[in-house]
């Protein structure tokens, strides 16, 4: 059993700045690749940023220069700061990561997505 819980999302004026949190908890041995998504209605859930466990990270276009993408693995934990917020930025966002367990599973968890809004 693995856990992804998210927090931070919310209500953000244009260029204000949130950081959202993602704690894996449960039956973990390692973890892997950890990364950030985002979807509106009527589109694909898009990646955000991408993180591995070695701290190489990844961004999609639209978040460069903006976003940036953190872990703390002692902590289990990924982060993602938002800057300099826009409306597009508007969506659900959800963490996942590739967790191998106590029992060397390895398999892919998501979070249960948190809001985030920007709007004036």
């Known amino acids: 059993q693995v856990q992804l819980v998210e927090s931070g999302g919310g209500l953000v004026q244009p260029g204000g700045s949130l950081r959202l949190s993602c704690a894996a908890s449960?039956?973990?041995?390692?973890?892997?690749?950890m990364g950030w998504y985002r979807q509106v209605p009527g589109k694909q859930r898009d990646l955000v940023a991408h993180?591995?466990?070695?701290?190489?990270?990844t961004y999609a276009d639209s978040v460069k220069g903006r976003f940036t993408i953190s872990r703390d693995n002692a902590k289990n934990t990924v982060y993602l700061q938002m800057n300099s917020l826009k409306p597009e930025d508007t969506a659900v966002y959800y963490c996942?990561?590739?967790?191998?367990?106590?029992?060397?599973?390895?398999?892919?968890?998501w979070g249960q997505g948190t809001q985030v809004t920007v709007s004036s």
């Open positions: 993180i591995t466990s070695g701290g190489r990270t």
């Open positions: 449960g039956s973990i041995f390692s973890i892997h690749a």
């Open positions: 996942n990561a590739d967790v191998t367990d106590k029992y060397a599973v390895t398999r892919t968890f």
